[in-house]
């Protein structure tokens, strides 16, 4: 897709950019590494795959320490511990289901949900970012349809025998998206990001995600609404 000019009006060395930033590059990085480890831990539960997944999770590796430059370059120190508590109720679970050995929702919530959420904002902040960060985003975001790809292919393959585990899946976790997103709407501002199109844009990717492993229209709209209402409480 093409992308447009970077914004003038924004300053990006502002004490006010600065101080948003800190939360959005700390939420990147932080996102990086949940999957790096998300990746990781699927590798356990799909041994026969774990080669693969052990790749794509590297890959998550590298996007982290490009994220990391990203807040050199501006000469901001990423606020991790934001990050993790952003992050806290999504990874716990993540974790829990792995520990269930629920491999469909895992895979729902990393290869599906979280990597549709990574494409979406990526590809709205691309056009916003300052000259440095918008190259390394532009090459981390062609990486993620790898990853939202893996997910696609497997839940595909079992997708009858999973397709209930699916659905309660969407209905515990797509919630937690967006909680986390009012959380940071005044920092997505901030940086030039609009929380609307955001949501737009994750929406048509996880629909998409979701025709391809063979939900129909109806049963799609039904999920992908699903607690959409607390994305616009403010």
Not at 80 to 101: E, G, I, K, M, V
Not at 124 to 135: G, L
Not at 206 to 223: D, V
Request: aromatic fraction near 10%; charged fraction near 25%; charge should be negative.
């Amino acid at each position: 897709m093409p992308y447009s000019a970077v914004d003038q009006t924004l300053d990006f060395h502002s004490d006010t950019y600065r101080d948003a930033f800190t939360r959005i590059n700390g939420i990147v990085i932080e996102g990086e590494q949940a999957a790096y480890d998300n990746f990781l831990c699927l590798a356990d539960l799909l041994p026969e795959q774990a080669e693969e997944l052990v790749r794509l999770g590297k890959m998550e590796g590298r996007h982290r320490k490009s994220f990391e430059a990203c807040g050199r370059n501006l000469d901001v120190i990423p606020d991790l511990a934001f990050a993790n508590q952003f992050f806290a109720d999504l990874c716990q679970a993540f974790q829990t289901s792995a520990t269930d050995r629920k491999i469909a929702t895992c895979l729902l919530i990393q290869s599906l949900i979280i990597e549709c959420f990574a494409i979406a904002a990526y590809n709205v902040y691309i056009p916003v970012a300052d000259a440095f960060a918008q190259k390394v985003t532009k090459g981390v975001v062609a990486d993620e349809y790898h990853h939202l790809n893996f997910g696609e292919v497997w839940l595909k393959a079992h997708f009858e025998t999973v397709k209930a585990e699916l659905e309660t899946a969407n209905r515990q976790v797509l919630p937690l998206i967006w909680q986390m997103l009012n959380q940071v709407e005044a920092d997505l501002q901030t940086v030039g990001m609009d929380k609307q199109t955001l949501i737009e844009s994750f929406l048509v990717h996880y629909s998409e995600a979701l025709k391809e492993i063979g939900f129909n229209n109806r049963e799609i709209l039904r999920m992908a609404s699903h607690g959409l209402a607390s994305s616009k409480q403010r």
